[in-house]
C-alpha cells in the first residue's frame, strides 16, 4: 500500500512540475524535497508513546514511594497543543489562489481561442508562392499604405 501511495505521490508530484513556469520548478521541486523529508520523519515516530512499566521499576528502586511519587508527577503532566491559528488564513489564501486561477484559466482559454482563430485564417489563405503581392496586400490595407508611403519617399 504504501509503495502505491508514494507512486501515486511521485506522479502528482510530476504532473504539478510540468505545469509549473521553469522560472520556479527548482524552487517547486526544493519544497516537495522537504516536505518529502519531513514526512518521512513523521511517519517514522509511533504513533503513542510505549506504556511505563511502573512494576518493573518499583521493583528495581530500594523506595517504593520514590517510584509512586514520580509516577503520579509524571501522570499529571500535559502538553497543551497550540491553537490553530493559520489555517482560517491558509484557507482564504487558498480560496483566493482558486479564484485568480479560474480567472487566468478563462483568459488562457479565450486567447487560444484568438489564437486558433488567427491560424485558422493563416490556413484559409492562399499560399505565399501562389500569391501575387497585390493579393497579398488586398486584405492588408495599413501595410499597403505604408509601403506606397515608402516607394513614394524613395521615387526621384
Known sequence: KQWYQRRVAI??????TGQLPAAVRADFGGLRSKFESSHASMTALPSALEAIDWSFYSSRVSN????EDFKAKYGAVTIPKPDD???????AAEATFKKEMAE???GAEQRIAQFEASLAGLHAEKPLEDMTVSEYLADKPELRAKIEADIESRAL
Request: no cysteine.
Open 85 to 91: 491559528t493559520q489555517s482560517a488564513a491558509i484557507g
Open 11 to 16: 506522479t502528482a508530484g510530476i504532473k504539478i
Open 64 to 67: 517504593p514511594a520514590l517510584v
Open 104 to 106: 487566468y484559466l478563462t
